[in-house]
């Protein structure tokens, strides 16, 4: 069979091998830029979310269960394997909602590939090629783009369906990416695919609650170990996602395999990847923006807001349609939330959304004076707010491009601040600082331990 | 929120609180007798594929990364935790396809739910309830129970997909039987539901390769990693069966709910289970009963054999229409592989479905001479055949239930013997036959331990 003659075969080689070049002024060039940052924002995301009690449950569930320490949980001073770090950390990347977003498939590529590849760049085996900064990067590259040409190529059915595409679509974007790191070659690449497709997973019933994040830790961890299975020899199918019965057949209604496989390493879906600025359900964005505007133009205190009308469009009803969100994770799906904090705090940060400010009953009492209007003609970043005061006085905003989005993308140094402010939660402002720089410079890293020991708070 | 009042609920406290008693000549009984059958037959198939070299491939895979020895891998002397132990057991449980068969869904309880059951009974954390022997058995019987009712609610559809159903609905089988065996209250029973709802997988590609096996394995490890979660207090959805975007609606067409928990306690699905006499495709079997009649009839040597035909149901050519198999599992899934070794050996045991055996000369030149014809008027568990010898003579032979069917279901005595013969490649006639002693009182065992270690081979 020719190495790439069918769309798995294709994907895999891909994956395994294709040379990411550092020309500047390539597509390739400002994919691996994107990559940066993407590392980065989901770097940070991860250090935020570590302390979050969720990630204790999680971890005291399976700490009687796991390996020999090999790779660490990231802003916890805790070793494990690579395995269940690349699920825990995985779990710590998503919990804030604050991660990066590939717009066109609505998946979060960075935090399964993220961790899968930090966990077993920090695990490797013997025999496996040394995972140098620009090893990690360009795994880190190639996953994501695995996972997001994946979820173009099987189709918005997919997630109307009520998959969650972030767990599905992202175990195969953490085979591939971890694949790399192992130096799979291109058919032990495809059984890895065919491994991690029959253990991929992640139902749109979990947003909202502790599970959400579950499913996406689960991509990195199931891309993982199907990329160490078939590191033996173990294999699967080399058509997986074609087949009749295969991935995108049973996932969804098809493959639109030039989306999948065309122009590859020419065209790259992860430069594509945009980053929230608040950590909080992405459609909600706009609608902060304005509010925080009209909240700035007015100095009004909570009490003095008589009425907030809001536009927007369709999806942040049926996403965000929550009014009386019970704790702070359901007030990231609240619109309504969203805007009282906005208005009420002047800020849209990760204390904006915890239990203490979903329960306070200033808070709520503001969430009541909030009314949407859905507003067909908007665009998904796109929002309009009228703040009226019980004095009369009336302020207006109108948002073109929500920040964070592709036309308003995040500036280095807005993405900078986020991960040092994230970071900073876990493992302080000094280590905090360091590893942004080390980041940004991750080109030059010969070895990576250093950056491990920083993001472990050491 | 009434503990019974959504079928997630309902389903849930069957699983955690359900009391199974021993009430003589009730279906409980009935269910309880099969259960035993079950489990005996599951544990034979661990351990007659403990020794497959795709469980080393697995194990070697897994090793370095798995946790301390809390339960063993049994046929293996070897211990590892319990999360690793469930998916090796479970992968060795279903390698031989020679596991057991819920035919209305063509699940295989079994596998998932044993080898789950019995890595955490050996594991279990402090606190959690004494695994005797009839608790193992009820967990065993609940967790078949809730994968068949599942299985049933969700109709075929979900199998036409193209969905490997053990696997999916095994996941949520498996936590049932460890949530009960944990203590899981019907909240967290239903929690536990949910995260194993958002990890089940299983594509029918993997059918016919080494890793359709581990499609099954996963569905036991990711059962208990769900219940292991949940008993932390981590939560998921309290309506993961029916919510719009929850497991019946993504997995499948939509939930019957009548099917899935209509008259808990009083008719069980996992009564229903059947059992192998042949390590291979089950709507081969009738195939193989005919086979081996003409065969002892005619006394033919292969070389005499002019020509066999066979009259099969239409399911027999899709789902075993190989006709030239490269190895042992592709062999499995071989209607005129099963025809050839039946007439040539006068067997059809583990060892006419090998590599050797798919690729001896002398079967591949009597498959050429195996000549189907579908025939809509016979069941699954009907054939015909009809040999022809090259002096002219001729034998035929008519199957109405194929031998392990519901209505010709293996004896005690046989499967039995089955347990026994599988058992010994591993661990010995003398363990064997103890262990086989031991599971058909299981409801005497106060302590599983001994069990445990004549498992083990010691």
Known sequence: MEPTSTPTLAL???????????TPGTPTAAALAEARRAFLNSFGCLLGGADDPAVDLL?????????????????????TDALTAALVNGYSSNILDFDDTHLATVIHPGPACLSAVLAIAEALPDGAPEATGPRLLDAFLVGMEVACRLGVAIGPGHYARGWHI???????????????????????????FGIAATSASGLGEMMGGMSKSYTIARAGREGLNAALIAATGFTSSLRVLEA???????????????????GLGERWEAALDTYKPYPCGIVLHPLIDACLQVAAASSATPAAIERVEVKVHPLVMVLTGRTDPKDG?????????????ALADR???????????????AIAALRTRIHPVVDDSLGTDQSAVALTLSDG???????????GSVENPMTDAALDAKFIALATRTIGAANARALCTMCRDIDGLDDPRPMFALAAGS
């Open 12 to 22: 895999a080689h891909f994956a395994a091998l294709h040379a990411i070049a550092r």
């Open 59 to 79: 971890w005291s569930a399976l700490r009687p269960h796991a390996g020999a320490p090999a790779a660490r949980l990231f802003g916890r001073s805790v070793r």
């Open 166 to 192: 972030t767990g599905t679509c992202g175990a195969l974007g953490a085979a591939a990416a971890t694949g790399r790191l192992l130096g799979l070659d291109p058919v032990r690449m495809a059984h890895a």
């Open 244 to 262: 009749p019965r295969g991935f995108a057949a049973v996932f969804a209604d098809g493959l639109d395999e030039s989306a999948l496989v065309g």
């Open 329 to 341: 994770l359901e007030s990231k799906l609240s619109f309504s939330h969203a805007c009282a904090v």
């Open 347 to 361: 800020e849209a940060g990760v204390d904006q959304f915890t239990d203490a400010r979903a329960t306070d009953p």
């Open 393 to 403: 006085r009336r302020f207006e905003a109108r948002i073109e491009h929500a920040t």
